[in-house]
Structure formats: C-alpha cells, structure tokens
C-alpha cells in the first residue's frame, strides 16, 4: 500500500477476487476485476456492485436539522419528505462549487448527507460550521461507521428482494428508508451513478463483508472505478475534482436545475443570482469524436478554428455507444449541438462534434 492510503472493509475481498487496486482520493481502490468494458456492460445489461466505502456519511440530525441544510445547500428541501432523496449542490459565497451532494430524508428529524470521498472532511467540517449556538441539530460524520455499497443495474431491483425483502421492487426513483439485511439495520437509496436503475446501500462495518457477498452470490458481478467513470461519462454525470469544482459554478455546469434562488437564504445565493442574472461565459458541452482512432482525455486542450478555447474535463471511450467521448468547458457561442471543435492530442487535432447531453439514457429509467 502506498504511503498514507485508507482501505475500505471490503480491502480483503478485492484482493480474493482479483482486484487490480489503485490509488484514488487517497484510498486504495478497485479499478477493475476482468475488465473495465466487461464490467460496464454487465452494468448496463444485467447488475454490478460496487464498493464505494470511500465516500462521505454525515448524518446531520434535530429539530433543526431541516433548517441547517436549507441554509447551506442550494435545493430546496422544503418538498422533501421522509422517504426521499436529492442531489445537490454546496456552494462557497462566490458561488463556486464545494461538492455536489445527495441528502436523504431518512426519518424524523435526520437526514443523511453522502460526498465525494475526497471532500470528506471539508464537507462535514463546511456542514458543522454552519451550525448556530444552542441550535438543536448534530452533525456527524459516521463514513467509519457504517459501509456502503452501489448495487446497479436494470435486474438490480429483481434481484435486491432476495436480500433486501420485496419491498423494494416497488419503491420509487429517489426513494429510501431503514431495511433489514441479514439481520443488520441498512439504509437504502434507490439512487446511483451509472446512468440505470439501481440502489446504494449503507451497511454497518461489521455487517459489510456478509453483505457484499451475498449479493455476490446472486450471479452479480464486482465492478470497479473504472467501469464506475466509464458508466457515469455515458450518463453525462459530473466528477468533482474533474468537471466541477469552487472555480465553477452551477450555471455554466448545467446545474442550475438543482439551485433554488427563491427558497430564501442560502450560502452562495447572492452570487448566484448575479451570475444567472447576467449569464455566463462558458458552458460544459458533451461531444463525440468523429474519428475511432482519437481518445479524448482529461486536460486535453480544446480547439475551434485554430484557437485553444477550453480543456477535456472528462473524455474516454464509451464501450455501450462504440464511440470516444467527453466533456468539457467552452466558450456559450460554440455550445450548440453540432459545432465542430479539435481535440489536441498529443502532436495531432482530433476532430470533435458538441452532441446532446447526455450521451446514453437507461431503458430501464423509463427514458
């Protein structure tokens, strides 16, 4: 292991089945088992499972609990009831970026807040900041606590039930609520990454490794961060650090649907409004190379007309479309579907074309 590297639970069952580990966010990760392209598909046709341990659990709880997040993410949560999940987004003053969050009502006066890994300990830090003297609500980070895994696919929720009781099959997009699995008290979202139907799951360290290998033994295939980057870049879903981050905004991310100016006050909201008021400069474009052999990758210079406008943010190989894919930032004026631009790769331009977001939509999401 490398230097200052956290392991998740599951360490031991990656190496058993094989796992080819790499750094990431300052843990040792998966990459893949077989293979990445392997992986993906069995995502896309059939269900993988994913460890995703790394990233951030912080419950935040109390009778003000509602009022702690309304104030600091930028969705309003007023419609969201106990039973129910959004993605959102916390912001700095100036409105860039600080993580691009999930928060689930999960009962009474909870909820639980799932980050990126590499933001773990800025967000739970930037969330008990915010709260005020003699507030009644606790903010508490239990990643250590509990595991968490990313069941995904369009047979998932088939599946699920012989683990997780049949209940699930009929739960709604962006649901969620406590389950009994072998015995330990879960939490389950059905909620994801990948771009397909499917379900994340929070499951107490010492119940981790029964877990996994139960649904395992449904025939599911393990998969890694590699198929996990590959899946979401089809899905046009954004990876902090890569394609949003606090020298980004909302707006020119495509992310304005989840900021609610009119919810009353929130960090960031001022600035926002500027921006969104007098537009912005800048848009992040999905586009397809139009030659087989060129691979975007990310901080590959972006060129239109012979003049560098922007960086591949997210860029590889799509294995369900047959095609090499990216996203990245350029100028509003080259933003419509169907502009020509240049990937430079290396010594060479690579020809590009800006496509509709997203590259991929589910069958099984009912899109």
Same mark, same amino acid.
């Given at each position: 292991?490398? $230097?200052g590297?956290k392991?998740t639970?599951?360490?031991?069952e ?7 580990m ?17 992986? =993906? =598909?069995?995502? %896309?046709r ?7 341990? =790394?990233m ?5 709880? #109390?009778?003000a609990?509602?009022? &702690? ?18 993605y ?26 799932i ?12 969330? !008990? ?8 609500v ?8 509990? #595991?968490? &895994? ?12 012989? $683990? !997780?009781g ?12 406590y ?5 330990? %008290?879960?939490?389950?979202?059905r ?19 029964d ?16 198929? %996990?980057?590959?899946?979401r ?13 606090t ?26 409004a500027?921006?969104?008021?007098r ?24 060129? =239109? ?10 860029g ?18 080259l933003?419509?579907? #169907? ?6 790769? %290396? ?21």
């Amino acid at each position: 292991m490398a $230097v200052g590297l956290k392991r998740t639970p599951l360490y031991q069952e990656h190496l058993r089945l094989g796992a080819r580990m790499v750094p990431f966010a300052g843990w040792e990760m998966p990459l893949q088992y077989t293979s990445i392209i392997e992986e =993906h =598909h069995a995502v %896309r046709r059939e269900a993988g499972l994913f460890d995703i341990s =790394h990233m951030a659990r912080i419950f935040v709880t #109390g009778p003000a609990a509602f009022d &702690l997040l309304q104030r600091t993410v930028t969705r309003d949560l007023v419609q969201l009831e106990v039973g129910q999940a959004a993605y959102t987004l916390a912001c700095n003053e100036a409105g860039g970026i600080l993580d691009d969050l999930y928060v689930y009502h999960s009962g009474p006066d909870e909820y639980i807040v799932i980050g990126n890994a590499a933001n773990r300990e800025r967000d739970f830090a930037w969330l !008990a900041a915010q709260k005020r003297p003699d507030e009644p609500v606790s903010v508490t980070d239990r990643s250590d606590e509990l #595991g968490m &895994l990313a069941f995904q696919g369009p047979q998932t929720p088939n599946l699920f039930q012989s $683990v !997780a009781g049949p209940g699930v099959w009929g739960m709604p997009r962006h649901a969620c609520c406590y389950v009994d699995i072998l015995g330990y %008290r879960c939490f389950i979202g059905r909620t994801g990454y990948t771009g397909e139907d499917g379900f994340e799951v929070l499951v107490p360290v010492e119940g981790l490794v029964d877990v996994w290998r139960q649904i395992l033994s449904l025939g599911v295939r393990p998969c890694g961060l590699g198929a %996990r980057d590959t899946l979401r870049l089809e899905a046009a879903l954004v990876l902090y650090g890569n394609d949003i981050d606090t020298t980004t905004n909302p707006y020119e991310a495509g992310l304005g649907w989840v900021v609610n100016l009119d919810k009353g006050p929130f960090i960031g909201r001022e600035a926002l409004a500027e921006i969104k008021a007098r537009g912005v400069s800048r848009r992040l474009v999905c586009f397809e190379m139009l030659e087989r052999r060129d691979i975007p990758r990310p901080g590959y210079p972006i060129y =239109h007309n012979g003049q560098e406008v922007g960086r591949v943010t997210s860029g590889g190989p799509s294995p369900t479309l047959g095609k090499n894919i990216g996203m990245g930032y350029v100028p509003v004026g080259l933003a419509a579907v #169907g502009t020509r631009l240049d990937i430079k790769i %290396r010594d060479r331009f690579g020809p590009a074309q800006v496509v509709k977001r997203p590259f991929y939509r589910s069958p099984s999401l009912g899109a």
